[in-house]
Structures are given as structure tokens and as C-alpha cells.
């Protein structure tokens, strides 16, 4: 704690962050998945992770230190109680295993949540484009095929960087991938499956509508829009916008009686035309993965969340800590410090 106090202190952070507690801000967690300890490998990206005994200890410290309240309550008022910020819980995507892991403990600790589903993929065996190029790249990597499958992708017109260090990381191509226009990321993908032979296990990755219900019934859950297919809105036309929040808004409506005005950007992008279609569609909120406090002053069409996986925050069995300056404020060096 030593440690972290002197490098919050160096880095002027502490600083940054009394003002930002001292301006009555609220936070915003932006969670994906939650695993035990034994399922952790088998998700594609350790980015969207959080074990399960981490998750554990930080709904311990935030019911020690802070005030969790339901996403509208920050949206609408972030200030908290006298040296206890108040913090809003969100999952994005809606992996099945928030109902099953992460559900039961919000529940034993009285804690509010707000799911952003992407509703066309509740009840399916679908799996998310990125985790279809993942397993894609991991494939042809086993089988020295990297090469061939990066000419492919020029074929596609992807890849306009001229920067040849770029050209083996998978996560350059990935993040390629996510600009594209999602009918064409699909086709791409269907192609290249199919080139390679690649095979996606079949496996229930996201909720069903009847998990999401029983959710919604305690109260303690709510779900909002994070699009219908996962879409990145920016690379999107403007009709392809509105049907995608459309239909999302619809099935939400339909299988869960559900009305949210807030959205949560799949793979947090967006520009300006598309915060201007999504408020003309009566969104009042939407989250980005911009990490930082919400504020009064802060845009709402592009709400700063912090991001809780194992890469920034990590549990020693005793206290949770932190390894990145996007989750300082949780550690109670930081609380104290910003408590002046
Ligand atoms: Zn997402």
C-alpha cells in the first residue's frame, strides 16, 4: 500500500483524483465476464475476464468503502454520501456466466448491476466475430498458415497500415476486423472458416431470455441495449445504426419487458454521427470505455467507465490490488488520500 500511495503521489494521480472525488463524481464498472479459477483459459480474450474470488473481494471492498447503486441513480446524481463514491456495476455482451457466477454473489451482497445484452445473441449458440477470428489466428498460427491468412486479409482490403511490425500481431488484424462493417466481418469470417477448416465448438456463450427474466424479477438486475449484433456503430451506415438499436430495443422490450434509454457502444467506438442518431432515437446515456469519473460535466453520450478484469485489478487473497492507474481509486491508499 506503501508502494501505491508513493507512486499515486508521483505520478500526481492522487492529485487528480481529490479533485475528481472533491467534484462529486461517480464511477462506473465495466465488467464482461466473471469465471472460477478453472474456466479462466478457455475464454478467448484475458481482457474480458474477471476471476471469480477477485470479483468476490471487490464486491467486499466496494460494500466496505462505497455506495453501489443501481446505473440510473449515478447517471442522474454521481455525487455519493461523505467519503463514499458512489459506484454503479456493468456488464457488457451478456455472457452466460453473468447469471451463473456473478448473479448468485450480487445477490448475496444486495448489490444492483446493469447487463448490456446484445439481444440477437441471447437464447443462440452464436459466438462474437472476435472470438471466431481469435480461434481463426490461433489456428492458423498451430499450422504455420499465418502468413497465407494475412494475404487473405489484404485480399479483403484490410490492412492499410504500411507498418510491417504490425503485420504478425493478432491484435492489429483484430482491431481491422471490428472497422469493418459487420455483414462483411460475417462474410469474411464464413470465408475463411471455411479456407481453413476451422470449426467454433458449440457452446451456450451468452444468456437466455429466461435467465435474463429472472434476473430482472429480483429487481437488483437490469438489462440495457448493447446493440443487437454486437455492431460497431461507427462503421455502420445510418440506417444500419437505427436497425441495429432498433431491433435491440424491440427484443428487450418483447422477452424481458424492458425500456432503457442508456446504451453501451459494442467495442466502445463511436463518432459524432453516431451520438447524434443515438440520441435522435431517444437514448439519453451512452457508455464508453473511455476510462475516468462521470461527472456532471461529463458528455453523455460518451460516459467514461472504469474496466475490472484480471489485467487491472487482481485478488492476493486477502485484499484485492491494483495493477494498472485506471483502478487506483479502489485501493484504499488511494480512498485515504482522496479523502483530504
Ligand atoms: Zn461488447
Known sequence: MKVLSTIVERTG??????????????????????LPAEEQSLCYNPHLVLSESAFVSLLQLLQRDYQVVPLEDVLSDPGGAEGHPKVAITFDDGWE??????????????????????????DTLQTLPEERFARLWSQCSAHFNLEELVIDLNH??????????????QQYWSLELK???????????????QRYQITMPQLRRFLTWEQVRIMTRTGLIRIGSHTHRHS?????????????LDDARISLWKHAGAVSDVLAYPNGMYNRRVQELVRSM?????????PGFFTRESNPLAIPRIAVDNTTVTDTGTQLS??????YFLSSGLRSAASF
Open 156 to 169: 479483403w482490403g484490410m490492412g492499410r497500415s504500411k507498418n510491417l511490425q504490425l503485420r504478425p500481431r
Open 232 to 244: 460497431t456503430l461507427s462503421s455502420e451506415s445510418d440506417r444500419d445504426i437505427r436497425q441495429e
Open 282 to 290: 431517444g437514448f439519453n446515456a451512452a457508455l464508453s470505455t473511455i
Open 322 to 327: 491494483t495493477s494498472r492507474a485506471s483502478f
Open 179 to 193: 472497422r469493418m462493417p459487420l455483414s462483411a466481418r460475417l462474410l469474411l469470417l464464413d470465408h475463411l472458416e
Open 97 to 122: 456466466d453473468n447469471y451463473r457466477v456473478a448473479f448468485p454473489h450480487l445477490l448475496r451482497f444486495g448489490m444492483p448491476a446493469t447487463i448490456f445484452a446484445c439481444t440477437g445473441l441471447v
Open 13 to 34: 494521480i492522487a492529485t487528480v483524483f481529490r479533485r475528481a472525488i472533491a467534484g462529486r463524481s461517480g464511477l462506473i464498472l465495466a465488467l464482461h465476464r466473471v
